[in-house]
């Protein structure tokens, strides 16, 4: 099993700058990818970023050029630099480790206890 441990939210104003990190412990195996969600209120969760471990990334539309994703595969960390923020941003994000692995191929995704980040006034 994988613990995941996200810190960083908070409240901000539009325009303003959060950094959420993300670090995952009690591994046995290798983590292929790890990512933010979101979930806005009264909304499914939602793809941010995603990020595998030869820094492939990927964005949501609607932060790209905002949000920048980043790795520590040694450590198993990942951090979101979350720019430019607006008051759609604000969601509980949630931390993300997924792992492929075997053979047959199976996934593994393991998840944080999120972090709420409120974007107001």
């Known amino acids: 099993q994988v613990q995941l441990v996200e810190s960083g939210g908070g409240s901000v104003q539009p325009g303003g700058s959060l950094r959420l990190s993300c670090a995952a412990s009690?591994?046995?195996?290798?983590?292929?990818?790890m990512g933010w969600y979101r979930q806005p209120p009264g909304k499914q969760r939602e793809l941010v970023a995603t990020i595998t471990s030869g820094a492939s990334t990927n964005y949501a539309d609607s932060v790209k050029g905002r949000f920048t994703i980043s790795r520590d595969n040694a450590k198993n960390t990942v951090a979101l630099q979350m720019n430019s923020l607006k008051p759609e941003d604000t969601a509980v994000y949630y931390c993300?480790?997924?792992?492929?692995?075997?053979?047959?191929?199976?996934?593994?995704?393991?998840w944080g206890q999120g972090t709420q980040v409120t974007v107001s006034s």
């Open positions: 009690g591994r046995r195996f290798s983590i292929n990818a």
């Open positions: 993300n480790a997924h792992l492929v692995m075997g053979l047959p191929v199976q996934t593994y995704d393991y």
